[in-house]
């Protein structure tokens, strides 16, 4: 069963705009992750944040976590037609524990367009 | 490149059939995943292994084995193919086998067509 749900599924944008994909999850984790898939490609990891964090940067991306809503954002910046991908969060099962396998959710597809 | 190897990229094989997809992890990497990605369901967890022994296993059919060897290799063995099996494969690793905790490095994948 998916954890992590995104939204919008699919988001299309011009070059030089700003991208905002969010992650809806149901059961307590203790990280979330986000990863990106070129098309028919293996996903690429992004970025990791811990559940006592609230806000992370990497580059241009830039990640929110609010537990008490169960949700997440991930934020691209002046995105490039390079950005165009499927972006994917991640969560662990909420089984507790370490069992060490991530729940992927379908992903936002984003187009940039140059 | 994310020193994750899959073979073979591709593969059309017929219902009934027997593949086995083969996955090198990263260098000093112990802990090995398998995922099955198609249009409806996603990216769906199969199983994952950690220095030979399996540690967690998800939405996997009977059908469906995997192992981990001793050089920390490891195969997916998918038999009595179906046509709903027809999917992309892809392995992924890690260095501690908490991939909750930890970044995993995903190869790039095998396409599975079952005709």
């Known amino acids: 069963s998916q954890q992590g749900e995104e939204d919008p599924q699919a988001l299309s944008i011009q070059e030089g705009e700003n991208a905002t994909m969010n992650c809806s999850y149901k059961t307590s984790i203790n990280n979330l992750q986000w990863y990106r898939q070129n098309s028919g490609r293996g996903l690429v990891h992004l970025i990791l944040i811990r559940s006592n964090e609230r806000e992370k940067h990497s580059g241009r991306l830039r990640v929110t976590l609010d537990t008490s809503k169960k949700s997440s954002s991930l934020l691209i910046t002046a995105s490039r037609a390079a950005d165009t991908a499927s972006y994917f969060c991640?969560?662990?099962?909420?089984?507790?524990?370490?069992?060490?396998?991530?729940?992927f959710g379908k992903g936002t597809k984003l187009s940039v367009k140059p | 490149d994310s020193g994750v190897t899959q073979t073979p990229k591709h593969l059309i094989t017929a219902t009934g059939q027997r593949v086995t997809l083969r996955c090198s992890p990263r260098s000093g990497d112990l802990s090995v995943y398998w995922y099955q990605q198609s249009l409806d369901q996603g990216l769906q967890f199969l199983i994952q292994?950690?220095?030979?022994?399996?540690?967690a296993k998800g939405n996997i059919l009977e059908r469906f084995s995997a192992q981990q060897f001793p050089d920390l290799h490891s195969e997916l063995n998918l038999s009595s193919l179906e046509l709903g099996d027809s999917a992309l494969y892809f392995c992924?690793?890690?260095?501690?086998?908490?991939?909750?905790?930890?970044?995993?490095?995903f190869g790039s994948g095998t396409q599975l067509s079952v005709l």
């Open positions: 992924a690793s890690s260095a501690r086998g908490d991939g909750t905790n930890e970044k995993l490095f």
């Open positions: 991640a969560t662990d099962a909420g089984y507790g524990g370490s069992q060490g396998n991530l729940i």
């Open positions: 292994y950690y220095n030979g022994e399996e540690r």
